[in-house]
């Protein structure tokens, strides 16, 4: 199975930060890669897929790059509503794998 | 809309088995595959395999092999997933999602299974 390391495990930022979170597979994913925003007691929301495309009616302010084995998830400036759990996903190969997330406190 | 619509919690005995349903809509079920994710209490999501709706073709991840069989109903636009043989630690919140040419959306409420004796 393809492994997906996120980092970092638990951010703190402020209101209006620039947030980034990175995601990196043990192969060769070319852009199959998705991430995902879960808050507390709900199901996991799909904010980006193919590494780069916006889900319709996904903020503008979230962004997602990369290709091949690193990827890079960014809030350009921090809402209150963001505070959440952020999940990258590979779907390269089955079984899909997901990062082991990242959980964003306001500071 | 699409909407999946699962089952509700249960609380089931160590060697017990759970079967969990999740009912599609807003969407022709067999043009499209069901995944199921698990997330245990504070940790992350684990994809425990995928069904194709069309066809039937099944991956399991390897972890679950043997242990958990995954089904649809055409008819009923239902998926299901069993898990035989429970252990504490299969206590989770099971989640069944449409599988959007990789991308997991939508997913269902979720469906809490407890082990306990």
């Known amino acids: 199975d393809i492994q997906m390391t996120q980092s970092p495990s638990s951010l703190s930022a402020s209101v209006g930060d620039r947030v980034t979170i990175t995601c990196q597979a043990t192969?060769?994913?070319?852009?199959?890669l998705n991430w995902y925003q879960q808050k507390p007691g709900k199901a996991p929301k799909l904010l980006i897929y193919d590494a780069s495309i916006l889900e319709t009616g996904v903020p503008s302010r979230f962004s997602g790059s990369g290709s091949g084995t690193d990827f890079t998830f960014t809030i350009s400036r921090l809402q209150p509503e963001d505070i959440a759990t952020y999940y990258c996903?590979?779907?390269?190969?089955?079984?899909?794998?997901f990062g082991q997330g990242t959980k964003l406190e306001i500071k | 809309q699409v909407q999946l619509v699962q089952s509700g919690a249960e609380v089931k005995r160590p060697g017990a088995s759970v079967k969990v349903s999740c009912k599609a809509s807003g969407y022709t079920f067999t043009n499209y595959a069901i995944v199921w994710v698990r997330q245990a209490p504070g940790q992350g999501l684990e994809c425990m395999g995928w069904i194709s709706a069309y066809s039937g073709n099944i991956n399991y991840a390897q972890k679950f092999q043997g242990r958990v069989t995954m089904t649809t109903d055409t008819s009923t636009s239902t998926a299901y997933m069993e898990v035989r043989r429970l252990r504490s630690d299969d206590t989770a919140v099971y989640y069944c999602a449409r599988d959007r040419q990789g991308a997991i959306d939508p997913w269902g409420q979720g469906a809490l299974v407890t082990v306990s004796s």
């Open positions: 996903q590979q779907y390269d190969n089955l079984p899909y794998t």
């Open positions: 192969q060769d994913i070319s852009n199959f």
